[in-house]
């Protein structure tokens, strides 16, 4: 139940983004971010609290570890729209975090993935991929790199 300990603290972040989702583009933006995550629960929860100031968005993801299921669902929700998104429910498993949930875009059905990797270094790495199949392919597009904030 402490998989996410290691992202409790201040972040500074690099977000790659592409412009398009599942269109084909592959044109990307690039843009920072600051994190505040707060570990709750012993661990078996946390809230972050997200600032993309270039982008004039904030945003919250809570984590909720479920013991009897040894899951994590994770939630987001950004002042964008102020609608709390469908959670993506998954496990640590040889030190990658992968998470899954359905969601739509533009109207369609979509599968969402989370990847959770490095967190064991000074650099832990997220990932989203939107897949418009089931699953059989994925789409990555969204990186965050974060690194910790200088105190």
Do not use: H
Not at 9 to 24: A, D, F, K
Request: glycine share 8%.
């Amino acid at each position: 139940m402490n998989d996410f300990d290691f992202l409790a603290g201040s972040w500074n972040v690099t977000n790659r983004r592409l412009v398009e989702r599942l269109t084909g583009s592959d044109t990307w933006e690039e843009f920072p971010s600051t994190v505040e995550c707060l570990r709750q629960f012993d661990g078996a929860a946390n809230v972050d609290f997200n600032d993309f100031p270039t982008k004039k968005i904030k945003g919250m993801s809570l984590r909720v570890y479920d013991p009897a299921r040894q899951e994590w669902s994770i939630y987001w929700v950004s002042d964008a729209d102020g609608v709390l998104q469908p959670a993506v429910v998954g496990r640590f498993e040889n030190g990658v975090g992968t998470f899954f949930g359905d969601d739509t875009l533009r109207g369609q059905p979509i599968r969402v993935r989370f990847v959770w990797s490095d967190m064991d270094t000074d650099t832990p790495r997220w990932e989203q991929a939107f897949s418009a199949d089931g699953g059989e392919n994925w789409e990555i597009n969204w990186v965050m790199e974060f690194r910790a904030a200088v105190r």
